[in-house]
């Protein structure tokens, strides 16, 4: 319940790896040291897992649903003064992620007590890529449809409105601790190497823990960021930049090897399966395979832009990938394997 003294934040995802740090920083202390303003509530279906029982043990109340019933969904907004939501398109699909992330929108302007609507955003790839279809990543395009959608929808500023804003995020540095980012092998004289079909193009990633700062951000300054698509990483990432970056931090030897989209695809099992897991083989939906080519893609042909001066003007303490591997003792093994 949002209280006289705190405003209770709903976060969908909250168990997430996205969802555990901006939890983190939605409970965080305020900049002066004052106790965070916010609580938190947790949509999650299963209030008994490990996840959800750590974030109960740090004050979060857990709502049992999930984001696709959207009678649960209207229940879990009740009373709450914010929402940050973050569907997961790897669960849903693309055509499920555009229609709950209306809906979901519609049922927080019903819920008379929002005052600040929260859009966890990635770009619409497919549009930045000017629609061709080598760019078709639905596991982006899907939210990035929704954030445009947002943008004809009312942003209300008075004190009984509801605002929206988007955090338009990119990959997770933390996705260095998975294959995808991390090396995934290791010469015998000890050389670490990074396959990538990036060539010289840019992988804007942001480390969740910065993904949790812009959450808290939107919330501390909902006037500022009201009607806007907060486009947001943490760096610009080449793979020569993160191999030296490697080389740097750990004193180990590493190099990159550059692939074809197909060739990086081979590192790979399991590519045909769909990109969504509640989808079976076969079914006519997008795969690992496409969907991933057309992210790599993007980034390879530099679709995705960032304003790296605005962002370290707002948040100076922005994740650099050095600073990223230092605190979390990266040393480039223990990779684990994942085609998501
Ligand atoms: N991986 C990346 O680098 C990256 C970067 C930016 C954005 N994203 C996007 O983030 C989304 C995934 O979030 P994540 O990275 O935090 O993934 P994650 O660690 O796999 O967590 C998935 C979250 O979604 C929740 N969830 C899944 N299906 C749900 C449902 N039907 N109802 C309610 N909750 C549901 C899970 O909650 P419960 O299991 O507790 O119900 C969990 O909190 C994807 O859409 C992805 O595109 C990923």
């Given at each position: 319940?949002?209280?006289?003294?705190?405003?209770?934040?709903?976060?969908?995802?909250?168990?997430?790896?996205?969802?555990?740090?901006?939890v983190d920083s939605i409970l965080a202390p305020s900049a002066d040291g004052t106790p965070?303003?916010?609580?938190?509530?947790?949509?999650?279906?299963?209030?008994?897992?490990?996840?959800?029982?750590?974030l109960a043990e740090k004050g979060v109340e857990l709502f049992k649903g999930s984001f696709d019933d959207l009678n649960a969904v209207r229940k879990a907004f009740e009373g709450v003064y914010g929402a940050f939501v973050n569907t997961d398109g790897f669960t849903v699909g693309e055509e499920k992620e555009i229609y709950?992330?209306?809906?979901?929108?519609?049922?927080?302007?019903?819920?008379k007590s929002v005052k600040h609507y929260v859009w966890s955003n990635l770009d619409n790839y497919l549009k930045k890529g000017n629609y061709d279809e080598k760019y078709n990543c639905e596991h982006t395009s899907g939210k990035g449809r929704v954030g445009e959608w947002l943008t004809t929808q009312p942003s209300d500023t008075s004190k009984d409105g509801m605002?929206?804003?988007?955090?338009?995020?990119?990959?997770?540095?933390?996705m260095l601790h998975f294959d995808i980012f991390g090396p995934q092998n290791k010469r015998e004289d000890g050389t670490y190497v990074f396959a990538t079909p990036l060539g010289k193009g840019h992988v804007p990633m942001i480390a969740v823990k910065d993904v949790g700062f812009w959450a808290r951000y939107s919330f501390d300054h909902r006037e500022e960021v009201s009607a806007r698509d907060l486009e947001v990483a943490s760096e610009m990432v080449t793979w020569d930049y993160l191999a030296?970056?490697?080389?740097?931090?750990t004193g180990k030897k590493a190099v990159v090897v550059y692939q074809s989209i197909d060739d990086w695809m081979k590192n790979y099992h399991n590519v045909d399966e769909p990109v969504a897991r509640n989808f079976k083989k076969g079914d006519g939906t997008i795969t690992f395979r496409k969907n991933f080519s057309a992210w790599w893609a993007t980034y390879r042909d530099d679709n995705i832009k960032r304003d790296m001066d605005w962002i370290r003007s707002v948040h100076p303490d922005s994740y650099t990938l050095e600073r990223w591997m230092r605190e979390n003792g990266y040393d480039g093994d223990s990779q684990k394997f994942s085609y998501r």
């Open positions: 319940m949002t209280t006289d003294s705190k405003k209770q934040i709903l976060v969908i995802g909250a168990t997430g790896a996205q969802g555990l740090a901006v965070s303003p916010y609580t938190v509530r947790a949509l999650t279906r299963d209030p008994n897992s490990q996840r959800a029982r750590g709950v992330g209306m809906k979901i929108f519609e049922i927080a302007k019903q819920t605002t929206w804003s988007c955090v338009c995020t990119g990959p997770y540095m933390d030296s970056t490697f080389t740097a931090v």
